[in-house]
């Protein structure tokens, strides 16, 4: 099963996929990546990435970082993406459900992240990742893909749904 979720910024992918995660953790073998963002005195200044299986994080990008490598007001971190991002992908390649959050405009300034993700999509393995709403990416075009468009009116049944279908795929 592969399933991505897409919407509106805000409108909770990471949550979902955090939800995901910790319902499923103690079941089975997860790993992957989570991004959330940096926020300072109520503002977007950021955004961070997580390793779910080792919780190593890192900065992904940051209105204070001086990039060449730049998404709107933001500076990315290209060896730090490749660094924890990569790994996180490599390690999860050995679990029942990876996690990727997200594949959008920062993660694709990477060649080689960009290439890992199609290498974990083209493998027979479960997979759950958000896609920046906007993204033309192949992999929403892939026939295995199922898309989600979330908003505030369907994100807690499609956490349940997904969550209750990785179950009876696992059992």
């Not at 955090?18 to 997860?30: G, Q, R, T, Y």
């Not at 990727?100 to 990477?110: C, F, K, N, R, V």
């Not at 479960?126 to 075009?141: D, E, G, K, Q, V």
Request: charged share 30%.
């Amino acid at each position: 099963m592969k399933i991505l979720i897409t919407g509106f910024p805000s409108v909770g992918k990471t949550t979902l996929c955090k939800k995901i995660f910790h319902a499923l953790k103690d079941e089975i073998k997860i790993g992957g990546m989570i991004t959330e963002e940096i926020r300072e005195q109520g503002k977007r200044v950021g955004f961070k990435m997580t390793d779910l299986s080792s919780g190593k994080e890192g900065i992904l990008a940051h209105v204070d970082f001086k990039s060449n490598k730049r998404i709107g007001k933001y500076g990315v971190d290209i060896e730090e993406l490749e660094n924890i991002g990569i790994s996180a992908l490599e390690n999860a390649m050995q679990c029942d459900l990876i996690i990727l959050d997200e594949i959008g405009p920062m993660e694709l300034l990477s060649k080689r992240f960009s290439d890992k993700v199609e290498e974990i999509f083209a493998m027979p393995k479960n997979i759950l990742a958000t896609i920046h709403f906007r993204s033309r990416h192949p992999i929403r075009n892939r026939r295995d893909v199922e898309l989600y468009i979330l908003n505030e009116a369907n994100r807690n049944w499609v956490a349940e749904e997904i969550i209750n279908r990785i179950r009876r795929e696992e059992l």
